[in-house]
C-alpha cells in the first residue's frame, strides 16, 4: 500500500481520504479544519500541522482546494509546496479550479520533476462517499494510468480528457449545465406546485418524460421528494451555492478567453449570485428552488 498526502478535507476531500484509507493506503492529512482532521485521524489517518509536513516522504499526493487561488497559493506560493514534493511524485489535483491555473501548477511542477495530473470530480457529497465520483482527468496519459489505482478506490468513472487543464474544462461545462439544469428544474416544480401539482407527482413524470435530468432522478430540489437529497436536510451540506457560482464564473471567464457564447451560463451565474447574495452561499446549491417559490 502506498504512503499518501491528502490535503483538503471539506465536503468532498473527507469522503474521498476516507475511501483511500478503507482501500488500505497510508494516509497522511492536513486540513486547516481541526474537526475535519480529527475525523480522518479517527478513521486511521495521521494528521499534522501543514501541507509541508504532509508530503513529506509521500509516494503520492491528492489535493482538493476550494478555488483557484488556494491552489496556486498552496502549490506556487510561500512556501511552495513543489519545492517540498520529491520529484517522481505522483500529484492528483482534484479542485476545480480555471484551466489556466491548472496549467500554471502543472508546468511549475513538471520543472520540478513531478508528476501531476488535474482531476476534478463529479457526483457530489454522496458520490464522494459512496466511492462513485467521476474523473475528469487532464494530463500525460502515463501519469493517468499511474493515478488509476488510487482514483479507482474514490471513483467509479474515469475519464482522460486530455491535456493538462483539459480536465478542469470538462468539468466546467458539466457544472454550467448543471447550474442550468437545477434551476430549470427547481422553475419547472415551482411552476407545478403554484398550480396545485404534487411535487413528487410532478417529478416522476419528468422523470420519465423529456425533461428528465440527473436533478430530477437523483438530487431533487423540493424538500421530502428524495429522502437522502439536501432538499430534505433544509439543504444542509452538498455542494455550496458560492462553489456553483464560482464554478459558473470559471465558465463565464474560460468563455471570454475562448470568445464563446454562453447566454443560459450567464443566466444561472446571475440567478444564483442573487441567492447568494440573499443569504444563501452557505446551503447546497439546489436551494436555488427557494427563489421560485411562493
Not at 482501500?23 to 495521521?46: I, Q, R
Not at 476550494?66 to 479542485?95: F, N, Q, R
Not at 470530480?121 to 488509476?148: K, M, N, P, Y
Not at 455542494?239 to 443560459?264: I, T, Y
Amino acid at each position: 500500500m502506498s504512503r499518501i498526502a491528502f490535503i483538503g478535507l471539506g465536503n468532498m476531500g473527507g469522503p474521498m481520504a476516507l475511501n483511500l484509507i478503507k482501500a488500505g493506503h497510508d494516509l497522511v492529512v492536513f486540513d486547516l479544519a481541526a474537526a475535519a482532521v480529527k475525523a480522518a485521524a479517527d478513521a486511521g489517518a495521521k494528521a499534522v500541522a501543514s501541507a509541508q509536513e504532509a508530503v513529506k516522504d509521500a509516494e503520492v499526493v491528492v489535493t482538493m482546494l476550494p478555488a483557484s487561488k488556494h491552489v496556486e497559493g498552496v502549490y506556487l506560493g510561500e512556501p511552495a509546496l513543489i519545492d517540498h514534493i520529491a520529484a517522481g511524485t505522483l500529484v492528483l489535483e482534484c479542485s476545480t479550479i480555471a484551466p489556466e491555473s491548472a496549467r500554471k501548477v502543472a508546468d511549475a511542477a513538471r520543472g520540478k520533476g513531478i508528476r501531476m495530473i488535474d482531476a476534478p470530480v463529479s457526483g457530489g457529497t454522496g458520490g464522494a462517499v459512496a466511492g462513485t465520483l467521476t474523473f475528469i482527468v487532464g494530463g500525460e496519459a502515463e501519469d493517468l494510468e499511474a493515478a488509476r489505482p488510487y482514483l479507482e478506490k474514490m471513483g467509479k468513472n474515469i475519464f482522460h480528457a486530455g491535456a493538462a487543464g483539459a480536465g478542469q474544462v470538462a468539468k466546467i461545462c458539466n457544472n454550467m449545465l448543471l447550474g442550468i439544469l437545477m434551476a430549470g428544474t427547481s422553475e419547472a416544480l415551482a411552476l407545478g406546485a403554484a398550480n396545485g401539482l404534487d411535487p413528487k407527482v410532478l417529478s416522476d413524470i419528468i422523470a420519465k418524460s423529456s425533461g428528465r435530468n440527473w436533478a430530477t432522478e437523483l438530487y431533487n430540489p423540493w424538500p421530502g421528494v428524495m429522502e437522502h437529497a439536501p432538499a430534505s436536510k433544509n439543504y444542509a451540506g452538498g455542494f455550496g451555492v458560492d462553489l456553483m457560482l464560482k464554478d459558473l464564473g470559471l465558465a463565464a471567464e474560460s468563455a471570454l478567453n475562448s470568445r464563446a457564447s454562453v447566454p443560459l451560463g450567464e443566466l444561472a451565474r446571475n440567478l444564483y449570485s442573487l441567492h447568494s447574495s440573499q443569504g444563501s452561499g452557505g446551503l447546497d446549491f439546489s436551494s436555488i428552488l427557494n427563489l421560485y417559490k411562493k
